[in-house]
């Protein structure tokens, strides 16, 4: 073979591997908008229009419990999966009273595996 379409199968390979690359950045980025629109659509469908006059309950209505006190930086989201485990383990007997961080067990076993005598 000679080097000239050694040169020439080399770029051909680059420029088609490159051109495949750019359409599947398109392609992708299209059904992101296609499923946006779509993801949009339902919220909007979900939503209700006006909301209803609101009828007297038929059975007596629960205090709330008082809010947890949460330690700063712990998402609100965390704190209210920890409140729905809760209440789904113990029937709704139990209430969370507070949600801090506690130190990393994992760490602390590593370093233990890590350092143990044989």
């Known amino acids: 073979m000679n080097l000239g ?3 020439v ?3 051909t390979g680059i420029v088609l591997v490159f051109a495949i690359l750019i359409l599947l950045m398109l392609i992708i980025t299209l ?3 296609i499923f946006d629109g779509m993801a949009a659509k339902k919220k909007a469908a979900k939503e209700p229009a006006a909301p209803k006059a609101a009828a ?3 059975a007596p209505v629960q205090q709330a419990a008082p809010a ?3 330690e700063e930086g712990i998402p609100g989201d ?3 999966a920890i409140m729905a485990a809760i209440h789904a383990m113990g029937n709704g007997k139990y209430t969370l009273k507070a949600v801090r ?3 990393n067990g994992w760490s602390k076993a590593g370093v233990n595996d890590t350092t143990a005598p044989f």
């Open 101 to 103: 961080r506690a130190a």
């Open 68 to 70: 947890p006190v949460v």
């Open 56 to 58: 007297k309950p038929a």
């Open 78 to 80: 965390v704190v209210a």
């Open 9 to 11: 199968i080399t770029i």
């Open 5 to 7: 379409s050694d040169v």
């Open 31 to 33: 059904e992101g908008k």
